[in-house]
């Protein structure tokens, strides 16, 4: 191996100076410190403290009273028979007559807690599949399309299948949520597994985790905004097999809940009920993203810094 | 000796050789630095040390507990505080050796490890909140918090500002004199290789081999001028490898 040992140095032309290396830093350790506190102080983001920010709230209380006016003023043209396009006052006045029977309540609580429950036994079989398919690239050669295709698959197609086997019990309902939710959360678990960096496997490896821990302390929380990015898909595709189910399911010991309503409205022809159970349904889509998915993405993004620029 | 390499050849695939035949011993406690040009394997042969990859010929002899692993980005994970990033790497260190220690423990050796890097105030930020030079050292503190004696360090300093890269040298060479690592620094940069390593180690490019080495005495840390003067030698080498590769 030709090695020189210790070359003797030699001059020169073009590095003749002698400020060459770069300098041991000068001066006593408080200084150093000093100094590198003043970068960090200079560099590090300053903290900025939001109070309630205003246009969250009224921008879209603002257009949902525009779409209403227009809604109403749609109807005061009288191009319709208002039996079948009724306004706002009389789809409001339908709505406090459900509610005074009390069908509003159980409709929505019958729902509600089908789909809520239906949902989380979704992710509680999803994510580990999600994960072992991610993890496995056999498994995910042999399965991976299958899954893609479920996802594509409307759930309402086993509406049908669904009844032969369960009859019109809860487990139809049930199951129509199962097979709507679990391809979507697992492929969204995938896709947020494959977008990780490399480099975060590395990092792992040479930490010395384990295939558990890994997967566990590093695949996880690394797929995390892919993952809840699933589990909002999976919550949507959940509650619309929900309806899905509830609309053509009705009867036996399936009980009452918004899809049947709007069945009933549609059996009554009452165009007011079947408006009510829209806007329920439209209703609890949005609180659920509002009051649930809303806050954990936006404190997911803000704390990994990639809330900035956004329009979130 | 923690690190001895034998002969030591890696190739992806049909391709060419990336390394070939590259002998090196480290001593314990040594800091060495590995100097070559871009695209010469350095990162390749570090990855070999770390067990990311495995060599194609030639023997290997590396500590048995591996090696800690110190990348060009921080590679801090995003969703944990500098803290958190610390703790998790106490946690996945010591289920290897078998010991166990409570939350508080780490917690406590945490802040010991953060005080070390000068970050005492900053384990509660999060990865984006922290400059570049503050992020490389929880990346540094990290490594240490694997509590191995072999350090590989990947141009670590490589994207900094020239005022960090000084005061990062700086720190990392009394980090060295505190905690006696061995250290394997991989630069381009043959200033950084002088300031830092105590021999530097020239790897050829295509195929990456050691083909140089230079010892540097205590004379060369104070005398700027012996300095120079070794840095010119070491970088004129390093050109004339580059531009074997012209024709």
């Known amino acids: 191996m030709p090695t020189e040992q210790d070359v003797r140095p030699v001059t020169d032309p073009n590095f003749a100076s002698g400020h060459i290396t770069s300098p041991v830093l000068k001066g006593n350790p408080e200084d150093l410190r000093d ?23 009224l921008l879209p209380i603002a257009a949902l009273v525009v779409l209403i006016l227009v809604w109403q003023f749609y109807v005061s043209l009288g191009l319709k028979r208002r039996d079948q396009v009724p306004g706002p006052l009389d789809v409001l006045g339908q709505m406090g007559v459900l509610w005074s029977e009390g069908k509003v309540q159980e409709s929505v609580w019958t729902s509600l807690q089908r789909g809520l429950l239906g949902f989380l036994i979704s992710v509680v079989i999803a994510t580990p599949v999600g994960l072992l398919l991610a993890q496995a690239a056999p498994l995910r050669r042999a399965f991976g399309p299958l899954i893609s295709g479920l996802q594509v698959l409307p759930s309402v197609a086993w509406v049908p299948a669904s009844i032969i086997w369960f009859g019109l019990s809860d487990a139809t309902v049930y199951f ?6 679990i391809p979507s959360i697992i492929n969204g678990l995938i896709s947020g597994v494959d977008q990780i960096p490399p480099q975060f496997r590395s990092v792992g490896k040479v930490l010395g985790a384990s295939r558990l821990q890994m997967a566990l302390q590093i695949i996880l929380p690394a797929a995390l905004p892919g993952y809840i990015g699933g589990l909002k898909q999976g919550w ?48 609890v889509g949005i609180l659920i993203e509002l009051l649930v998915f809303g806050p954990i993405e936006k404190r997911l993004l803000q704390r990994r810094g990639l809330l900035a620029g956004g329009t979130r | 000796m923690p690190v001895v390499l034998e002969h030591l050849g890696k190739r992806f695939g049909d391709g060419a050789p990336v390394l070939d035949d590259v002998n090196a011993t ?10 070559g040009a871009s695209g010469c394997g350095k990162s390749t042969l570090l990855n070999i040390l770390a067990g990311l990859e495995e060599p194609t010929s030639g023997a290997l002899e590396v ?39 409570s939350k508080a423990e780490r917690n406590a050796r945490a802040t010991e490890l953060l005080e070390l890097v000068h970050l005492g105030g900053a384990g509660d930020k999060r990865p984006h909140e922290l400059s570049g030079g503050m992020r490389q050292r929880v990346a540094l503190a990290r490594s240490l918090a694997q509590d191995r004696q072999l350090l ?17 040298h700086d720190e990392l060479e009394r980090i060295w004199k505190e905690t006696g690592r061995t250290i394997v620094f991989v630069t381009h940069n043959v200033r950084e290789a002088v300031r830092l390593g105590q021999r530097v180690l020239l ?29 010119a030698t070491i970088t004129r080498r390093l050109r004339e490898e580059i531009r074997r590769h012209a024709n």
């Open chain 1, 35 to 57: 100094l590198e506190a003043g970068l960090d102080k200079l560099q590090s983001d300053v903290q900025r403290k939001a109070g309630i920010d205003w246009s969250r709230v």
């Open chain 1, 176 to 181: 129509v949520v199962f097979m709507g939710a």
């Open chain 1, 236 to 283: 949507a595709f959940s509650w619309r097999s929900l309806m899905a189910a509830e609309i053509i399911a009705t009867g036996g010991t399936i009980g009452f809940g918004l899809g049947s309503l709007l069945d009933q409205g549609r059996l009554l022809s009452d165009m007011a009920i079947v408006m009510s159970a829209i806007l329920l349904i439209l209703a």
């Open chain 2, 26 to 35: 480290i001593a314990k406690g040594e800091f060495v630095a590995l100097l």
């Open chain 2, 63 to 101: 500590p048995a507990d591996g090696a800690a692993f110190m990348f060009q980005d921080s590679a801090l994970f995003p969703w944990l505080t500098a803290r958190g990033n610390i703790e998790l790497a106490l946690q996945l260190a010591e289920k290897n050796s078998g010991k166990r220690s």
């Open chain 2, 152 to 168: 590989l360090m990947d141009e670590p300093f490589a994207a900094l500002d020239a005022i960090t890269r000084d005061l990062l």
């Open chain 2, 203 to 231: 790897l050829s490019s295509r195929p990456g081999r050691v083909v140089a080495e230079w010892d540097v005495t205590e004379e060369h840390r104070t005398d700027a001028g012996q300095a120079g003067e070794l840095t």
